[in-house]
């Protein structure tokens, strides 16, 4: 038989929240097993048991922010470094998308607790989320994550800064999509195709650090300019750079 985990962590890869919020609504008795309210912390459940969440525990859910920040080149995703403010600074009031159409308007609250789902690179631009909702942290940057991110990127190869789609290699184009190793590991397929003579389209499923710059390098080339234009099914679409817009209720990644 298989072993009894921690409820808490049990919810969270059902996806039902994060072991976090699992603990708050485990000790405000919005949990139940088989039918029967658990409402002390610690509790362990078997694999085949049966989680509900009381409505109390999803109308908290639906309270929850997630983000989406037209990231300008200057600003860090997660903590101030090096001088750098942090991404979040820019979710106020005024910066708030003129046309969010999801009904909701900026309040301190929305700040709590709100964390960056992914990274972008501080001289890169695009889409960054930053959300309360650990079900949609867990699915965009969980260990098991398979999620599309999609990029704009406009290259240099030697002395080529415009045509360079007709100097680069064919070849080191195939070893963009699949033969490069970082950190010693190689990394997964990818989709990466001419977007126009200056300008590659990259489609990844992974984001290590400085990922596409230095899958670029190894090949020779050189970055000029990097923006995410999607992640998942979610569009980065005609979001001003600096401002932001809350993810819709019929939106899911």
């Not at 990818?190 to 650090?209: C, D, S, T």
Request: proline residues 4%; hydrophobic residues 40%; contains cysteine.
């Amino acid at each position: 038989m298989s072993e009894e985990v921690r409820l808490s962590k049990r919810m969270a890869e059902l996806g039902l929240c994060s072991r976090r919020e699992a603990d708050d609504f485990i000790a405000k008795g919005w949990v139940k097993v088989d039918g029967v309210v658990v409402n002390v912390l610690g509790s362990k459940v078997g694999p085949g048991a049966q989680i509900t969440l009381d409505k109390s525990a999803k109308a908290s859910q639906r309270r929850l922010a997630t983000i989406l920040l037209n990231k300008p080149i200057g600003y860090v995703s997660g903590q101030a470094e090096d001088g750098y403010q942090p991404a979040v600074v820019l979710i106020q009031g005024a910066s708030q998308w003129a046309d969010d159409d999801s009904g909701r308007r900026f309040s301190p609250a929305m700040l709590r607790g709100l964390a960056p789902a992914g990274r972008l690179d501080i001289d890169s631009t695009g889409l960054l989320v930053l959300t309360q909702d650990g079900r949609i942290a867990r699915k965009l940057i969980g260990e098991d994550s398979d999620i599309e991110k999609e990029y704009l990127v406009r290259v240099s190869y030697g002395k080529a800064t415009t045509n360079v789609r007709d100097v680069f290699p064919v070849d080191q184009l195939a070893r963009l999509r699949h033969g490069l190793s970082l950190d010693g590991k190689p990394l997964k397929l990818a989709q990466v195709e001419w977007q126009n003579p200056e300008q590659l389209r990259f489609v990844l499923k992974e984001g290590k650090k400085r990922q596409i710059r230095r899958m670029c390098e190894l090949v020779g080339l050189k970055v000029t300019a990097l923006k995410r234009v999607r992640i998942g099914r979610v569009k980065l679409g005609d979001l001003p750079i600096g401002k932001w817009r809350l993810l819709g209720e019929s939106e899911i990644f």
